[in-house]
């Protein structure tokens, strides 16, 4: 039976201009259905998770939960104190402005700093928490109008919606100068592969449909999985390098169809041929990208479920674009394109410094392997140190107005950079207990100096839930704030309302957030983990008949993900590397970082594992000795493979300036991680292990596997 994905080819090759218009349809309706129907986002319950999220659950049973809020503080310009009358002359007029604001829900008194040298207002908006974004303009409004009436004061607003809606201006920015970098940058690599620009331009093109398609696409599937804000950012990563990479392993088969034919076949049937081949490898690559960004689905967390629908459905669209509209595009240019730039034979081996490497391998693979082993390995080992933190609001970059405002405020106000909050649920009638064994819990916390002194009670309207508020003066990643945290639930919880029968306690709190998270991150990697090496190994088999192909699919992408996260362990957990990549370093990586990059660097590194396998695969079908299939197959991919892998780089590479520190560390890990797959593993490692292994390589479908290719030569030649 005709492959699939040549039967699509055929009839694109042959009817292009239709292809060309299915294709225009297809993105114009998956965009266009997109911005119809609209994008769910995720709410404030879809973020839960841990003993913090259920303690957030329980407030909110009773009214109590976070709500969004700004505050508004008032000082001085230069030295001195603020006079009294004048701050709180000042802080009624914010006080009287923002009541008046429908999107405010109550507004609290003024409270002055310790040194009587500011005075501040909380503003709490109407709303869940996370919509506070979508209504903070007019809270920044009533405080600018406020700052231009006093010039000689300082008058700044900050809280998680100013911030979040700074931090998302900044984020557009920045993948703005993403795109202007990286669209240049990935057509002059283009240009330097074909040397024409028709046929560099062609990937661009396929790349950038893709990913408007895969926009639309994402909200759709935002109804079943909710998108937590980073969509969109995947969408862009994932799609130009899958895009141009698929598109880029196709045009490279059809050019040299062309030259080994001699401009003998008809462009139609170049296109046939080289979707035998290099259509197969897209496909299988897109169906292993896809199913391992599938397994992000297994964290329970909302931001992981975004991430896996952005990569599912980018990925999706770059090999129906490759499997449809290039064919027909090629039928159009290719022909006309490979004939004016490619003269002579095909050559089977790559580059000289390509057949260098592999003459080397080849001489020496056991000594070869053992030493690629040591090196990837020594590259992994910073991963024996490696801490995990939640990315808090301390590390956004201080060019945010609000930041700085936000500075100010804990500068004055220390007690506000984290809260404990402990949630009791409880009957009605014991609300007199509880809040006793609250206030014994509050008079502990009071004398110990991990916390701020500063406490508060609030009770629900039903008397059931009650909450105690419990300020640090730490950021929620410092250890202080981490040490209060565990002593609470450690220590303090259990011996006062955790000895109430019938009573239900939980912590939550800012602290609590970024503690729970990553090791909800942690509980669930090794289910991922096993999930996504399972992917890989059936994959590998269905694709190629071979378990041992399998079982070295996932060694190699294991050595490679570890390498990779060593290294970023190396640069960003420590500081050596602050000036030179422009960040402040936490000391730690980011909770979600290591769990994208393995799902994410297993999916990609299988583009290049598959496309090199199946070069290897048809020197074996032809009846090529096992030793000389694999040096011919690894020669004549290198330069494709090396051409993707400077695009890859080129497009992760983009995002290390920008300003958010998880965007910087996934950006850089990809980057190095596609660097060392083209040139150390699929150079070194896959031949020296394929050159051990011989004809073992293949176990158990050797013997098919050549009956096969003698199968396929017979109806070539029929045909």
């Known amino acids: 039976m005709t492959n699939p994905s040549v039967r699509v080819a055929r009839w694109s090759a042959h009817h292009p201009w239709r292809a060309i218009a299915g294709r225009i349809l297809f993105v114009m309706v998956c965009l266009g259905a997109g911005m119809a129907v609209g994008g769910k986002a995720a709410t404030t319950e879809d973020y839960r998770v841990g003993e913090a999220g259920r303690a957030e659950a329980l407030a909110t049973q009773g009214g109590l939960q976070q709500k969004p809020l700004e505050r508004v503080l008032i000082s001085m310009r230069g030295p001195g104190s603020l006079d009294a009358a004048r701050g709180e002359a000042v802080a009624r007029d914010i006080r009287e402005r923002m009541s008046r604001l429908a999107e405010v829900e109550s507004v609290g008194a003024p409270v002055w700093s310790a040194d009587?040298?500011?005075?501040?207002?909380?503003?709490?908006?109407?709303?869940?928490?996370?919509?506070?974004?979508?209504?903070?303009?007019?809270?920044?409004?009533?405080t600018g109008q406020v700052q231009k009436a006093n010039p000689d004061l300082r008058v700044d607003e900050s809280g998680s919606p100013s911030i979040d809606k700074d931090v998302d201006g900044q984020r557009g920015e920045d993948l703005s100068r993403t795109e202007m970098f990286a669209l240049p940058v990935t057509l002059i690599v283009l240009l330097l592969v074909f040397r024409s620009v028709v046929m560099a331009v062609v990937p661009l093109l396929l790349a950038v449909s893709s990913i408007i398609a895969g926009v639309g696409l994402s909200k759709l599937a935002s109804h079943v999985f909710p998108d937590a804000g980073v969509g969109t950012n995947v969408i862009l990563l994932i799609g130009m390098a899958v895009g141009v990479d698929y598109t880029l392993f196709y045009l490279k088969r059809d050019r040299e169809e062309h030259a080994r034919s001699g401009g003998t076949l008809s462009s139609a049937t170049v296109v046939e041929l080289a979707a035998a081949t290099s259509g197969r490898a897209v496909v299988v690559s897109g169906l292993a990208v896809a199913a391992s960004s599938a397994t992000l689905y297994l964290s329970g967390d909302v931001i992981f479920d975004s991430l896996a629908t952005g990569a599912i459905v980018v990925t999706v669209a770059a090999v129906v674009s490759s499997l449809t509209i290039l064919p027909a595009l090629l039928a159009k240019l290719g022909a006309r394109a490979s004939r004016r730039h490619t003269r002579g034979p095909a050559h089977t081996r790559g580059p000289a410094l390509t057949s260098s490497v592999l003459d080397s391998v080849a001489r020496r693979p056991m000594f070869t392997l053992g030493v690629a082993v040591a090196a990837m390995l020594a590259l992994a080992a910073p991963l024996v140190g490696l801490k995990l933190t939640d990315v808090g609001q301390e590390t956004f970059s201080r060019q945010l107005a609000a930041m700085r405002a936000g500075d100010r405020i804990t500068a004055a106000f220390p007690e506000l950079k984290s809260t404990n909050q402990v949630v009791v649920r409880a009957d009605a009638s014991r609300r007199a207990q509880v809040r006793v064994s609250l206030e014994a819990l509050a008079g502990r916390v009071k004398t110990d100096p991990l916390f701020g002194g500063q406490t508060r009670i609030r009770v629900s309207a039903?008397?059931?839930?009650?909450?105690?508020?419990?300020?640090?003066?730490?950021?929620?990643?410092?250890?202080?704030?981490?040490?209060?945290?565990?002593?609470l639930r450690a220590e303090y919880v259990p011996a006062t309302v955790g000895k109430l029968d019938g009573a239900e306690a939980a912590v939550t709190g800012n602290v609590a957030r970024s503690a729970d998270y990553p090791d909800h991150q942690k509980q669930r990697l090794p289910t991922i983990l096993g999930a996504l090496l399972l992917v890989t190994f059936v994959i590998t088999v269905l694709a190629f008949r071979s378990v041992v192909l399998g079982l070295v699919g996932v060694?190699?992408?294991?050595?490679?993900?570890?390498?990779?996260?060593?290294?970023?362990?190396?640069?960003?957990?420590?500081?050596?590397?602050?000036?030179?990549?422009?960040f402040t370093s936490m000391g730690s990586i980011g909770s979600r970082v290591p769990l994208f990059l393995f799902v994410i660097l297993f999916g990609l590194s299988m583009d290049y594992q598959v496309f090199t396998l199946s070069r290897i695969q048809e020197a074996v079908r032809r009846g090529v000795p096992a030793r000389r299939a694999v040096l011919d197959g690894i020669g004549s991919s290198a330069g494709v493979v090396t051409s993707a892998a400077v695009v890859m780089v080129t497009v992760f590479a983009s995002f290390v300036p920008l300003h958010l520190i998880e965007m910087k560390q996934i950006g850089f890990s990809l980057a190095f991680?596609?660097?060392?797959?083209?040139?150390?593993?699929?150079?070194?490692?896959?031949?020296?292990?394929?050159?051990?292994l011989g004809e073992a390589a293949w176990w158990p479908s050797r013997r098919r596997t050549a009956d096969t290719g003698r199968e396929g030569r017979s109806m070539q030649t029929v045909g």
């Open 116 to 142: 009587r040298r500011a005075v501040r207002v909380d503003v709490t908006m109407t709303g869940p928490e996370l919509e506070g974004t979508e209504h903070v303009d007019a809270l920044l409004a009533q």
């Open 555 to 582: 060694v190699l992408n294991l050595l490679s993900a570890a390498a990779s996260l060593g290294v970023l362990t190396a640069v960003f957990q420590y500081r050596w590397a602050e000036g030179l990549l422009g």
């Open 673 to 692: 991680a596609v660097l060392l797959d083209a040139f150390v593993i699929r150079l070194v490692l896959l031949p020296a292990l394929m050159l051990l």
């Open 462 to 487: 039903d008397r059931r839930i009650t909450v105690l508020e419990v300020s640090v003066p730490a950021y929620p990643s410092e250890k202080r704030a981490q040490e209060s945290l565990k002593r």
